[in-house]
């Protein structure tokens, strides 16, 4: 992604403090953590670089780290004090990344929440092609 000024976007104004009525739990040099303005349950969290990244791939290694640290800290944190059956952590990229810019949700998990991880509308038939898939994937990941 090119540069991008921090005032246009909404994932840098909450990332860096900007936004007003933020409910900022942590942050650090390289991340801030949020409460979700639309929670799926108490306690669900978004962790926002301050540097602008849109994809997970784009971040620095250190940013990454950090990233990935501070979800662990917050899934502690959140089980603690929620007493959840699971946590969720993920995040949408590309042209599911509502927010434009990097966030990764943490979200406290109970046993018939109705959270899920749905089914694809279509038939694709990737099923029957895994070891075809298997085999593409590791020839990239060993060449590059």
Known sequence: MGKINKMECLGCRIANGVEPNLH???E???VTCVLDIA???EGHTLILPKKHYWDAEEMDDETAHAVMDTSIRLSKVLKQLFHPDGITMCQNGGVFNDLTHYHMHIIPRFKG???SWSEPLFPHGAEKHLSETRDQIAKVLATG
């Open 113 to 115: 929440d109705g959270f």
């Open 39 to 41: 929670p799926f349950h």
């Open 28 to 30: 650090t040099e390289l």
């Open 24 to 26: 900022i739990i942590w």
